[in-house]
């Protein structure tokens, strides 16, 4: 398996522009996580899905931010607009089920995003 | 809010010295895991406790979890170089839910 696959993996803009994050979560997994790395803040959960339905939003900072999961197999992060508070490393991840032991949170390579 | 306060932030030591990272929270956590992360990559799952008192053994990593499973420790004996990046927390209420991560210790192990 190829894994959780983002992109971009970099990504500059301008505040004020529309910024969209990709993620393609393991075949088979049934639950999705969108997370954000500062040095500041370290790494939070904004968002996750189970089955494509949002089950947990608190983290998402703002309304400037919006999550989707329109199939199993595609998820999009959109922050519209953007501000240069927003650079940050997002993460995507995935996991099949609950279980603590077996149900391991695998993590994709990040995007990094500067908005300048 | 459950929070996980990682301690050291930072740290640098020789190769062969033997380390001690801790993970504490006020909370108490279903379950709690630690993770590696390497610059430009996502973290990396290790380990994942969850009963009170437990330990376990990862080659030269042991990881142990509070009798209250409030809080966690890693203690990496003979250190080496290729243990160098960032070790975080992560903490779960339980089931399906979503991790709380520490800010995670940077790791520098010097030849």
């Known amino acids: 398996d190829a894994g959780v696959i983002q992109s971009p993996r970099h990504e500059v803009t301008e505040m004020g522009q529309e910024v969209t994050l990709r993620c393609k979560p393991i075949?088979?997994?049934?639950?999705l996580f969108w997370y954000r790395q500062t040095m500041m803040r370290g790494l939070e959960l904004l968002i996750y899905?189970?089955?494509?339905?949002?089950?947990?939003d608190s983290g998402m900072p703002e309304d400037r931010f919006s999550a989707k999961m329109p199939n199993a197999s595609f998820s999009t992060l959109k922050i519209q607009p953007s501000e240069p508070r927003d650079s940050a490393v997002y993460f995507c991840?995935?996991?099949?089920?609950?279980?603590?032991?077996?149900?391991?949170?695998?993590f994709g390579p990040g995007t990094r995003l500067t908005v300048l | 809010t459950q929070l996980l306060e990682q301690s050291p932030q930072f740290l640098s030591i020789q190769e062969g010295e033997n380390l001690t990272v801790y993970c504490n929270s006020s909370s108490v956590f279903s379950s709690l895991q630690w993770y590696r992360q390497e610059p430009g990559e996502g973290p990396v799952l290790l380990v994942t406790?969850?009963?009170?008192?437990e330990v376990k053994k990862l080659k030269r990593l042991t990881f142990q979890f509070g009798d209250a499973r409030k809080d966690s420790s890693l203690h990496i004996t003979a250190a080496q170089p290729g243990d160098t990046g960032l070790y975080l927390c992560?903490?779960?209420?339980?089931?399906?839910?979503?991790?709380?991560f520490g800010k995670g210790t940077h790791l520098i192990i010097q030849p």
């Open positions: 406790v969850v009963t009170g008192g």
């Open positions: 992560a903490g779960s209420g339980g089931g399906a839910d979503g991790l709380t």
């Open positions: 899905f189970n089955n494509n339905v949002p089950i947990d």
């Open positions: 075949s088979g997994h049934d639950y």
């Open positions: 991840a995935s996991k099949k089920g609950t279980s603590v032991y077996t149900d391991t949170q695998y």
